[in-house]
């Protein structure tokens, strides 16, 4: 029995520390993107708030092979992210909270579902987010959003629940990884449920207009998001996985730090 109980804590303890750390993570980036309204929201939610957590978690269990492959099929799905961030670009206002991310989450599916035909190399998932990517800001860069939401905030109860939520995905990554191998490890690992949570926060709280340009507004960070996954593929096995990580991490929050910083000066002008 007492063996029962330290297997357990040695299995459970380390798994709910990921979880719970993961849920804090999000609770930040959440109530930042809201405050700081939805272009710049959807700039802070593009972050690494749960790949981030389960690719480092992943990284203390799996060797160096593991990462970069599991850095390429999650570059492959980063695609599909972008035809949901663009499904929600463009209907956000129109559809209620539900109807917007049950909408978004088929054509995700979809999308990843139809990228498992193509070749699995890097040079073809690079192509297949600047597609993705390029075209949906083409679409969307004459679009006009509202600069910030006027509504109340709620309770705090929704964005504690969505926060669990992206930590069980962490954990389930981090639990099945083993069972499912690398490939479908970069798959799950890429769910879009960070931008699930804070844009039903965003769109429960603000509207669907604010939900929508906060997703616009993500389409050119997720530009810096592949870059890191490449730089994960690229680097994992010459020069380690943790080092990998590290220089990914640089590498999108550099990027969307750029786009932060050309936000509020362009926000700035229009005030003058």
Not at 37 to 45: C, E, R, V
Not at 103 to 115: F, H, K, P
Not at 237 to 256: D, K, N, Y
Request: net charge positive.
């Amino acid at each position: 029995m007492p063996s029962v109980m330290i297997l357990s804590d040695a299995v459970l303890l380390p798994l709910a520390i990921k979880m719970l750390t993961t849920a804090a993570i999000v609770i930040v980036a959440a109530l930042a993107a809201e405050r700081a309204g939805p272009q710049i929201g959807g700039l802070i939610a593009s972050l690494p708030v749960s790949a981030g957590p389960a690719y480092v978690f992943l990284a203390l269990k799996s060797d160096d092979a593991f990462i970069a492959t599991s850095a390429l099929s999650s570059l492959a799905a980063n695609a599909a992210t972008g035809m949901f961030l663009l499904f929600l670009a463009l209907f956000a206002a129109r559809l209620s909270a539900l109807a917007s991310f049950a909408g978004a989450l088929g054509i995700w599916g979809a999308a990843n579902v139809l990228i498992r035909f193509a070749p699995a190399d890097a040079t073809t998932m690079v192509v297949l987010n600047v597609v993705s990517y390029g075209g949906a800001i083409l679409i969307t860069r004459r679009m006009r959003f509202p600069v910030a939401g006027g509504r109340a905030a709620q309770g705090r109860f929704d964005l504690v629940l969505r926060a669990l939520l992206v930590a069980c995905l962490v954990g389930a990554v981090v639990t099945v990884s083993d069972l499912i191998g690398p490939s479908l490890t970069g798959v799950v690992a890429l769910f879009p449920m960070t931008f699930t949570s804070v844009g039903l926060l965003i769109h429960t709280r603000l509207g669907g207009d604010a939900n929508a340009a906060a997703m616009a507004s993500a389409l050119k960070a997720m530009l810096g998001f592949a870059a890191g996954l490449l730089t994960i593929h690229l680097a994992a096995i010459p020069l380690g996985r943790l080092a990998a990580l590290v220089l990914a991490l640089l590498v999108c929050v550099g990027w969307s730090g750029l786009l932060i910083a050309r936000q509020r000066r362009a926000a700035k002008g229009a005030a003058v």
